[in-house]
């Protein structure tokens, strides 16, 4: 599986994960070129420039404000010299030149409404938004829409937002992993007094998350970081393994006595589920469901497989008053039964769920990735217990390098298979 592996151990700002995405391989000139599309293109410029920290070679991100005349939601003036809620001075991993021209979250939506990009993207950007503006909604205890979202409305937020959900877009990654989030210590000056780092809005996106603290002395991780990960990561662990393909770095701006740099790396991620495992006890769960719709079981299944379901399906069935019905049976680790709960809750309308020991009995099996003329292809092999092996190119696989390259699947299919059958025997 495709995926991308965050690591913050120096925290996570907007423009510090533009910089690791173009330097991890997303062509700067391009994020620019459609960045330049939003209706806003006159207000910023954006630089990447090759950048070092502590011997740790990346690229740092800049935005440029061009301090041209705005007709927002209000025209009052604000000194502050960062794009949070709060009015510190910073420069931890993003270095802006403000004149936060603030926009209401109702002109945001606007903004993404009128933008050119695919739906994917929107609804990437609506996802990050929606973050920072319920948390800045319920720290001031008003409503969306009369919050001054300076973080949400603020010109460079508003790039590092778009920025990355065009340059993940780009990317067409599967899955989005992230361990080892530091939010850092001391204490900001806001407009509100002094008050402890990490900045409310930070905590409050972040919340469920798991986080360091007081791992370097400022501001690490700031809210459109945190919405950032909140919004597109899947896993917030390692991946069980991952064969690396490219490695991004992104460079802070502040110094600390660590260097001040993020890293993301794209490459082929094993799930718990394609693992080897020995043969074990499991968990099977089962519920029966009538009031979904069937487009909203496969965001479900998703789930699961993520989450770590060794096998997760759908059989159809009658329940009483011959209500016509799906029966979801998930099997799992033992380890894993209540995060399986957890999210049969969370993603379906069931309210019960029933449990039940089994044994399982799998043969060897592993993933391989094996070399054609579409480039790396996971395929499953499988040992018999006569010793013979049988194999099965992973589905994934084969729909992305179709849909990339406009090509039938079933025909996409043989001519992989056939390029399989030579390279294994």
Same mark, same amino acid.
């Given at each position: 599986?495709?995926?991308?592996y965050?690591?913050?151990?120096s925290?996570?700002?907007?423009?510090?994960?533009l910089?690791?995405?173009?330097d991890?391989?997303?062509p700067?000139?391009?994020?620019?070129?459609e960045l330049?599309?939003?209706?806003?293109?006159?207000?910023?410029?954006?630089?990447?420039?090759?950048?070092?920290?502590?011997?740790?070679?990346?690229?740092?991100?800049?935005?440029?404000l061009?301090?041209?005349?705005h007709? %927002?939601? /209000? *025209? +009052?003036? &604000? =000194? #502050?010299? @960062?794009? $949070?809620? !709060?009015? %510190?001075? /910073? *420069? +931890?991993s &993003? =270095? #802006?030149d @403000?004149d $936060?021209s !603030?926009? %209401?979250?109702?002109?945001i939506?606007?903004?993404?409404?009128?933008?050119?990009?695919?739906?994917?993207?929107k609804?990437?950007?609506?996802?990050?938004?929606?973050?920072?503006?319920?948390?800045?909604?319920?720290?001031h205890?008003?409503?969306?829409?009369?919050?001054?979202?300076?973080e949400?409305?603020?010109?460079d937020?508003?790039?590092?937002?778009?920025?990355?959900?065009?340059?993940?877009?780009?990317?067409d990654?599967?899955?989005i992993?992230?361990?080892?989030?530091?939010l850092?210590?001391?204490?900001?000056?806001?407009?509100?007094?002094?008050?402890?780092?990490?900045?409310?809005?930070?905590?409050?996106?972040?919340?469920g998350v798991?986080?360091k603290?007081d791992?370097?002395?400022?501001?690490?991780t700031?809210?459109t970081?945190?919405?950032?990960?909140?919004g597109?990561?899947?896993?917030f662990?390692?991946?069980?393994?991952?064969?690396?393909?490219?490695?991004?770095?992104?460079?802070?701006?502040?110094?600390f006595?660590?260097?001040?740099?993020?890293?993301?790396?794209?490459?082929?991620?094993?799930?718990?589920?394609?693992?080897?495992?020995?043969?074990?006890?499991?968990?099977?769960?089962?519920?029966?469901?009538?009031?979904?719709?069937?487009?909203?079981?496969?965001?479900?299944?998703?789930?699961?497989?993520?989450?770590?379901?060794?096998?997760?399906?759908?059989?159809?069935?009658?329940?009483?008053?011959?209500?016509?019905?799906?029966?979801?049976?998930?099997?799992?680790?033992?380890?894993?039964?209540?995060?399986?709960?957890?999210?049969?809750?969370?993603?379906s309308?069931?309210?019960?769920?029933?449990?039940?020991?089994?044994?399982?009995d799998a043969?060897?099996?592993?993933?391989?990735?094996?070399?054609?003329?579409?480039?790396d292809?996971?395929v499953?092999?499988?040992e018999?217990?006569?010793?013979?092996?049988?194999?099965?190119?992973?589905?994934?696989?084969?729909?992305?390098i179709?849909s990339?390259?406009?090509?039938?699947?079933?025909?996409?299919?043989?001519?992989?298979?056939?390029?399989?059958?030579?390279?294994?025997?």
């Amino acid at each position: 599986m495709r995926a991308l592996y965050y690591q913050c151990h120096s925290g996570i700002s907007g423009d510090m994960n533009l910089g690791a995405l173009v330097d991890l391989g997303v062509p700067a000139e391009w994020l620019k070129a459609e960045l330049d599309k939003l209706n806003i293109s006159d207000e910023f410029t954006l630089t990447f420039e090759p950048a070092t920290k502590m011997g740790i070679h990346g690229t740092q991100a800049k935005v440029h404000l061009t301090h041209v005349a705005h007709h %927002h939601d /209000h *025209s +009052h003036s &604000h =000194s #502050h010299s @960062h794009s $949070h809620s !709060h009015s %510190h001075s /910073h *420069s +931890h991993s &993003h =270095s #802006h030149d @403000h004149d $936060h021209s !603030h926009r %209401h979250y109702s002109t945001i939506k606007k903004i993404i409404a009128d933008s050119p990009y695919n739906d994917r993207v929107k609804s990437t950007v609506s996802t990050l938004f929606q973050l920072i503006a319920e948390a800045e909604s319920k720290i001031h205890n008003q409503s969306i829409d009369k919050v001054h979202f300076h973080e949400v409305g603020a010109t460079d937020s508003i790039i590092d937002i778009f920025g990355a959900a065009i340059a993940l877009d780009y990317l067409d990654i599967e899955a989005i992993y992230c361990a080892g989030i530091e939010l850092g210590g001391g204490q900001i000056t806001c407009q509100h007094g002094m008050l402890p780092v990490p900045a409310p809005a930070t905590l409050e996106i972040l919340k469920g998350v798991e986080c360091k603290m007081d791992g370097v002395d400022g501001e690490a991780t700031t809210p459109t970081g945190a919405a950032i990960l909140k919004g597109t990561v899947n896993e917030f662990s390692a991946p069980a393994s991952i064969k690396p393909l490219a490695v991004g770095y992104g460079i802070g701006h502040k110094d600390f006595d660590k260097p001040n740099v993020m890293r993301v790396t794209l490459g082929e991620v094993t799930t718990a589920s394609q693992l080897n495992t020995d043969n074990e006890d499991s968990i099977e769960l089962r519920a029966n469901i009538d009031d979904m719709t069937p487009e909203a079981f496969e965001p479900l299944l998703e789930k699961l497989f993520e989450h770590g379901a060794s096998d997760a399906f759908l059989t159809p069935i009658v329940m009483k008053k011959s209500r016509l019905a799906h029966m979801l049976t998930v099997l799992c680790k033992k380890s894993d039964a209540q995060k399986m709960l957890e999210t049969i809750y969370d993603n379906s309308t069931t309210i019960g769920v029933r449990l039940s020991d089994v044994q399982k009995d799998a043969l060897p099996r592993k993933i391989t990735n094996v070399p054609t003329t579409f480039g790396d292809i996971a395929v499953k092999v499988v040992e018999l217990p006569s010793g013979q092996q049988r194999w099965k190119v992973e589905h994934d696989d084969i729909k992305r390098i179709a849909s990339k390259n406009a090509i039938n699947y079933l025909h996409l299919r043989d001519l992989i298979e056939q390029e399989v059958a030579d390279n294994l025997v």
